[in-house]
């Protein structure tokens, strides 16, 4: 992982602590909270206890100097974060990473989170549209539905945050939408969609697909 593409941008993800308080770089949080994730944390424990079993690795690179922060103060630099400046950073860094191959596909689902369902207030799951790159093997972009909206109002948000040049994009029955379809094929995309959704949202290209 580079960390010089990293912290280009994720540099002006704005930090909600005051500054008199901080102790811990929020970049070097940022940086081991992804590493941790990637590699497969669950919690903000497993991220401690990954960062403890790297630690000499981290600060070979020059993060946590003087060492790391317990899990909750991870929690708590994590949670207050803007979500939305955030997913914007996480994109430009994959973008910036990953190599897009002409004719790769982008298979693009909704699922539920796991474990997102509240027993306590019974609050409504989190349910994700992913967009996953199959040859880097690595989700390119994520949007949240609405809770009183669906896959369909969801896919669009999602396209837009990728470039889809020269891609095959791949959407379950839930997205055989003209709309959608149309904005597959004017952002340079190919659809993998039934050829009637497709005519209807393209009849002077149709014969390309």
Sequence with gaps: ???????????????????????????????????????????????????EAHLPWFQKRGVFPAGLPVDDTIARVISRLDPEQFQCSFINW???VNSLSQGAVIAIDGKVLRRSYNREDRAVTLHMVSAFGSANSMVLGQVKTDAKSNEITAIPALLALLDIRGCLVSIDAMGCQTAIATHIVEKGGITCLPSKVIRRACPRRCARH
Excluded at 7 to 20: G, N, V
Excluded at 29 to 51: K, M, N, S, Y
Aim: with cysteine; net charge negative; aromatic share 12%.
């Design 1 to 51: 992982m580079s960390i010089n593409a990293f912290s280009e941008h994720f540099a002006d993800l704005q930090d909600p602590r005051q500054t008199a308080k901080v102790a811990y770089s929020l970049f070097d949080i940022l940086f081991l909270t992804v590493c941790a994730v990637i590699g497969g944390a669950e919690g903000w424990q497993d991220i401690e206890d990954f960062g």
């Design 94 to 96: 994959m973008r910036a």
